[in-house]
């Protein structure tokens, strides 16, 4: 979704704009622009299209100046234009700003501006933020934000530059995340940490309705009435390099290689390096608590959705707590009936996605207790949870998800580890055990990784299928969905994921000669059952990919087996989504698609 970056200091600031806006690109765009102060006005360039539309324009006519701000557009009211790009102007051109969010009283602003002559140029939203902020300045701009702020309702991270004050930015948000921090040549602010990477490691995030006022010397704090407010400095561990493609041809390639790293990263902050064992002040509840639960809510989107449906089964195995998933933009317009001792649990990459933040509002409107599972320190739903779990995956810019769903199921495997012990389902010595050998399963991803090559020459041949198939039951059911999602994602491909005993009851109508069913097929008990459901298709034509743990047994049941690594059943997710993730991408790359930016596709959904 949209990105903002905005700077001033003693550098010229165009080359820092798009440095910034590059590194918000994943994100999700379609059109950019800056504004800069050029010494006699705020210079505004906008294109539409992709990052280097705008970076041609500037290099034929650039800007010079130390102060300015930049944003990429993901379209929401009214199409992708130049005109509906931002930054946006106020009619007397005393302002230009950048907004990420919508502004859900737009029209009643607008039709009062209207009235009061104001003519608008765009269809956006934002533009009445502009035109507003413009009538209401009377030279002074924290003055008129403020009053600004106090009117609009809905999301927004608001930058703004006013001619007056040509070396300020003024910065304002309420439910879309802003970061802050100061560099040896300035002050910055962003919409995401990234772009504040290559400058700083120490930032502020701003909370709902707070404004921080930067100036190359120093950045100010006020909350919602102006009054002076002292922010805590949060430390980034996140670098440069780890937001940078390296030697990789895509970041999502990049990323699903740096799972095992991911996933060591991970159990290190819930395992204690001294005992082995799991840490106690790593997990939301002590046992008396895990054994009042009578339920947990997992809420959540995309991906996240995935992981909490392969943690159910987590959870129900191996602790036997009762676990419902639902989907974030559902649950938030259900009837959503809980019972005392239900926490929600909201998994999140992100942290900012609106629906699952919708449902974690909802929650702590009734007192439900909170509980997040999230990747970015600072985020909205890692600040306002009651309890948030980190994901140690790193910043993930591929939109696709890969390592942060990764580390969700890592995290989620701990956890019913943690509350397995706590309710009396695994002794210490078998939550050891398991400890143990999770702790082994980096290796077993490398060696997976290690046979890309088998994948990459499976998704060549298979490039031009129309449709596929992901079949599997019980945990490997629950994987075979976030296959199928990153195929659609990644390769546009017409895929779906379905309950192999399922098949029977309508989707084998599909199955033809030449289908291709990808079977996966980990789970030892569900073996035999599988083994059926793969002659079922087998018999119809189907061309069967069989992804097993360990040798298995199946290949006689399939054209083609790809086994990994033994592990246990339940740690089997861990290395199967691996193949499935190259798979997608390699089928994606050989179809000649936008491998990090799908079409129509946000990283992070922070609109409804
Ligand atoms: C978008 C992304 C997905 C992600 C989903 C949820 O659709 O493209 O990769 O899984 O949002 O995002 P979140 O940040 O809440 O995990």
Request: some cysteine; overall charge negative; hydrophobic content about 40%.
């Amino acid at each position: 979704m949209c990105g903002i970056v905005g700077y001033t200091g003693k550098q010229n600031c165009m080359s820092i704009l798009l440095r910034g806006l590059g590194s918000l690109a994943y994100r999700g765009y379609d059109s950019a622009g800056v504004a800069i102060w050029n010494g006699t006005t705020i210079a505004v360039t906008k294109e539409r299209g992709k990052l280097f539309a705008l970076e041609d324009a500037l290099d034929k006519k650039p800007i010079e100046g130390t102060t300015g701000i930049g944003h990429t557009r993901w379209a929401t009211h009214g199409e992708p234009n130049v005109v509906n790009a931002h930054p946006h102007t106020d009619a007397k051109g005393q302002l230009a700003l950048v907004h990420n969010g919508i502004i859900e009283n737009y029209r009643t602003l607008k039709e009062q501006l209207l009235r009061e002559g104001v003519t608008f140029v765009s269809e956006t939203d934002t533009e009445v933020v502009a035109q507003m902020i413009g009538k209401l300045y009377d030279g002074d701009p924290k003055k008129a934000v403020l009053r600004a702020m106090n009117k609009l309702e809905g999301t927004f991270a608001l930058a703004i530059l006013f001619r007056d004050e040509p070396d300020t930015l003024y910065c304002v948000c309420n439910g879309s995340p802003m970061v802050v921090g100061r560099g040896r040549s300035g002050s910055f602010v962003a919409s995401d940490i990234p772009a504040l990477l290559p400058y700083t490691r120490k930032v502020t995030f701003l909370e709902n309705r707070q404004m921080a006022i930067l100036q190359k010397n120093g950045i100010r704090y006020y909350d919602r009435d102006g009054n002076p407010i002292e922010k805590e400095i949060t430390e980034v561990e996140w670098d440069v390099e780890a937001a940078r493609k390296g030697n990789f041809e895509h970041f999502m390639l990049k990323e699903i290689h740096e799972q095992p790293d991911a996933l060591l990263h991970t159990i290190e902050q819930y395992v204690s390096s001294r005992t082995g064992c799991l840490r106690e002040d790593a997990f939301p509840w002590t046992k008396e608590e895990a054994n009042q639960l009578k339920r947990l809510r997992i809420v959540s989107c995309g991906s996240a959705y995935h992981a909490g449906l392969v943690g159910k089964k987590f959870l129900e195995h191996l602790a036997k707590l009762p676990v419902e998933v639902e989907v974030a933009s559902e649950y938030r317009y259900s009837d959503a009936l809980y019972s005392e001792n239900e926490p929600m649990m909201l998994i999140s990459q992100s942290g900012e996605t609106a629906d699952t933040i919708a449902a974690m509002r909802m929650a702590k409107s009734r007192n439900q207790e909170t509980v997040a599972i999230c990747n970015v320190i600072g985020s909205t739903i890692a600040r306002e949870c009651d309890r948030t779990l980190f994901t140690y995956a790193g910043p993930e810019i591929a939109v696709a998800a890969t390592k942060s769903y990764l580390t969700q199921t890592v995290v989620l495997f701990l956890l019913a580890l943690d509350l397995a012990e706590k309710r009396g389902w695994l002794t210490h010595s078998k939550v050891q055990e398991q400890l143990e050998r999770l702790k082994r399963v980096p290796d077993d991803m490398r060696a997976v990784l290690a046979r890309k090559e088998q994948v990459q020459a499976y998704a060549n041949r298979h490039a031009l299928t129309k449709k596929m198939f992901f079949i599997g039951r019980g945990l490997d059911h629950a994987l075979c969905l976030e296959a199928a999602l990153k195929l659609k994602e990644i390769a546009y491909i017409h895929t779906d994921a379905y309950a192999a005993g399922e098949l029977k009851h309508g989707t084998i109508a599909l199955v033809e000669d030449g289908s291709l069913v990808i079977s996966v097929a980990t789970q030892k008990p569900l073996l035999s059952k599988m083994a059926s459901n793969m002659e079922e298709v087998r018999v119809r034509g189907a061309d069967i990919l069989a992804i097993t743990n360990g040798s298995s047994g199946m290949e006689e049941h399939c054209d083609e087996q790809w086994d990994f690594p033994e592990v246990p059943d339940m740690m089997a997710p861990f290395l199967a989504v691996i193949p499935l993730q190259l798979l997608a991408y390699y089928i994606g790359v050989a179809r000649g698609c936008s491998i990090d930016q799908p079409r129509n596709l946000a990283k992070s959904v922070t609109v409804e």
